[in-house]
């Protein structure tokens, strides 16, 4: 069980920048992909970026330029640096983690954090 937190949401102005983090605890194993995703009000839950162990990173269309995906491999820790903030970037911020074994067989798990709600709004 890989247990997520995130923390950093808040009210933020339009053009505004706020920081997010994630702290995964409650396992040893190795986690491979941690990244945000985001859910308006009446919307679907969708990728806001992704960031591998090795580095390699996604971004959704909407966010790329302004948003930046940072992960400390060691502490199993995710951060997203947002930048120039949008009312339609309002939404509850989840933190996710997958995690893929090989032994004893090739398997995936997913899990998410509680949320972090960012409101941009004057």
């Known amino acids: 069980q890989v247990h997520l937190v995130e923390s950093g949401g808040g009210l933020v102005q339009p053009g505004g920048s706020l920081r997010l983090s994630c702290a995964a605890s409650?396992?040893?194993?190795?986690?491979?992909?941690m990244g945000w995703y985001r859910q308006a009000p009446g919307k679907q839950r969708e990728l806001v970026a992704t960031r591998s162990s090795g580095g390699s990173t996604k971004y959704a269309d909407s966010v790329k330029g302004r948003f930046t995906i940072s992960r400390d491999n060691a502490e199993n820790t995710a951060y997203l640096q947002m930048s120039s903030l949008k009312p339609e970037d309002t939404a509850v911020y989840y933190c996710?983690?997958?995690?893929?074994?090989?032994?004893?067989?090739?398997?995936?798990?997913?899990?998410w954090g509680q949320g972090t709600l960012v409101t941009v709004s004057e």
């Open positions: 409650g396992s040893r194993v190795s986690i491979n992909v």
């Open positions: 996710n983690a997958v995690v893929v074994t090989s032994t004893p067989g090739f398997l995936q798990f997913q899990y």
